[in-house]
């Protein structure tokens, strides 16, 4: 399994392989999208896409090409591509606690289901690598966290576990790292930038 | 009839004999009309993916919210004795409960021990 992507990675330069598609995955509202539009924004100074407090406001996958992510000498071109927050339910009476009226949270929610099934339609067909955001402040272990790593895990991509809100006084980092002790797990603030350096170091050597 | 929730449980050994779909459509079948579904043997990662698609596929505001899906809390944590024999562990997850969100509510969740709340449908 090690050496499989160096393979890829040797006959890929022969035949100019397309570029590396790694999707950002995890459950809603884990700062997927600030940390899309960090990334994008520190390399080509433009957004992916809108963040929002109110989950699900990423309800369809948006890809950014071509993204150059340099560390130290290492240059390595791979496709962003910020996903659908991931979850197994959608209660529009919650996005009506924001303040939203019913017909509009009605909507939100099922255009949110639309995008749940997207993001588990591109994880089969078309991503290539794996960043899983998590907020720290957050249990870990909730089952759609080791669902996904599992699914991740069986399809062979290679994958990094992103400890994201280190800035927030409970965040708690350790208790991602002891979760999934069998993937890299870097830990960071998308909001604040913290650590962005030693993502982008991880991102060089696992989606290379 | 008394209030309550009606429990479905079954075993691995029926479940072996089941295709994937029929497992998918039997545990929302039995969710949708408001009951909680117990396998002794959890989904593979494939399954479990294929169950949140159709899960989404299925929600209807007002009407299904969706499901609760809980498994003990294995990966990562379970290095056992096959693990360090294949360097890698098994993916299918030992019990499995599945119920219909505004029904089943997790309490708390350990390595070999979950607690759940049920209640009965409004
Ligand atoms: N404190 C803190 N808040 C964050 C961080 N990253 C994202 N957020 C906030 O979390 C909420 C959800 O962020 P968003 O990127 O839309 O999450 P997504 O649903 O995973 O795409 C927003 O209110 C963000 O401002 C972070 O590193 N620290
Ligand atoms: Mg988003």
């Known amino acids: ?208 | 009839m008394i209030q309550g929730v009606q429990i479905d449980m079954l075993s691995a050994e029926r479940l072996s004999k089941m295709t994937s779909y029929e497992k998918i459509r039997l545990i929302l079948d039995d969710v949708r009309q408001g009951s909680v579904v117990v396998l002794e043997k959890g989904l593979t990662p494939e399954e479990q993916g294929k169950l949140l698609e159709t899960t989404m596929m299925e929600i209807n505001p007002g009407t299904f919210s969706g499901i609760e899906i809980e498994t003990y809390p294995s990966s990562g944590s379970d290095k056992g004795f096959i693990t360090k024999l294949f360097g890698k562990k098994s993916n299918v997850p030992r019990l499995m409960v599945i119920g219909p969100v505004d029904q089943l509510k997790m309490l708390s969740r350990e390595k070999d021990r979950l607690i759940a709340w049920a209640s009965a449908a409004q």
């Open chain 1, 1 to 208: 399994m090690v050496a499989f992507p160096r393979i890829r990675n040797f006959f890929g330069k022969l035949f100019g392989k397309k570029r590396s598609r790694v999707g950002i995955y995890g459950p809603p509202n884990a700062g997927k999208t600030t940390l899309a539009n960090r990334i994008v924004r520190d390399v080509t100074g433009e957004a992916v896409g809108p963040v929002s407090e109110i989950p699900h406001e990423t309800r369809r996958a948006r890809r950014k090409e071509g993204v150059e992510i340099n560390s130290g000498s290492t240059k390595l071109l791979i496709d962003i591509v910020d996903t659908p927050g991931v979850t197994t339910k959608i209660d529009y009476h919650e996005f009506m606690e924001y303040g939203m009226e019913q017909d509009e949270a009605i909507a939100r929610a099922r255009e949110a289901t639309e995008g749940v099934a997207e993001a588990m339609h591109w994880l089969r067909e078309d991503i290539d690598g794996v960043i899983y955001v998590l907020d720290s402040t957050q249990d870990p272990f909730m089952h759609v966290n080791i669902m996904m790593v599992g699914i991740i895990e069986a399809r062979k991509l290679p994958v990094i576990i992103v400890a994201n809100k280190i800035d927030l006084p409970d965040a708690a980092p350790q208790r991602i790292k002891s979760a999934f002790p069998q993937h890299p797990v870097v830990e960071i603030s998308g909001l604040e930038g913290h650590n962005m350096d030693e993502l982008y170091a991880k991102i060089s050597e696992v989606f290379r």
